[in-house]
């Protein structure tokens, strides 16, 4: 019981990708009015890198990087079964319907347009970090019954 405590008490993380460093400093501006840690990445290897390290709760991601593209880190976190629950909001200039379809198709959870409107970002970043809390609580409460289940199951065998 304890531990749920302190586990309510952690802020969520979110990880801002963007490989220009005025758009991530804007970003990470516009975060400091929600109650959450911010680290930030400047590229598509960092990103990964940093995913898997540092679990973050959410990700804003730039489309448009240099070496590894947004669409193909999105893709990458997806398919790892370790990154793949992490919400991505991607955030991009391009406002093509093939290029929102190619984000959708990598696994992007949501998308924003630049210039970003500071309340929508707020508002969608807000929603995804409820989303993903809320995930997290279903997923330990199934580990719970499963376990329950289990020890039930052992107790009809004795």
């Known amino acids: 019981m304890v531990e749920e405590n302190k586990n309510q008490d952690i802020q969520p993380k ?10 991530l400093e804007l970003l990470l501006a516009y975060l400091e009015e929600i109650d959450c840690e911010t680290i930030s990445a400047m590229g598509g290897k960092e990103a990964i890198e940093k995913t898997r390290t540092e679990k973050p709760d959410l990700l804003l991601l730039d489309v448009m990087m240099p070496h590894i593209s947004g ?26 319907l093939g290029d929102i379809e190619r984000a959708i198709d ?9 210039p970003v409107n500071k309340l929508e970002l707020l508002t969608r970043v807000k929603t ?7 995930s997290d609580k279903l997923e330990k409460t199934l580990e719970y019954l499963s ?3 289990l020890q039930m199951g052992k107790g009809d065998q004795a």
């Open 106 to 114: 990598c696994g992007t959870d949501d998308f924003l347009s630049k």
């Open 14 to 23: 979110v990880l801002v990708v963007d490989d220009n460093a005025q758009n």
């Open 147 to 149: 376990q329950v289940e």
């Open 71 to 96: 669409f193909e880190v999105c893709k990458r976190l997806k398919s790892d079964p370790n990154t793949a629950e992490v919400p991505i909001i991607m955030v991009t200039a391009l406002s093509e």
């Open 128 to 134: 995804m970090l409820r989303l993903k809390n809320l």
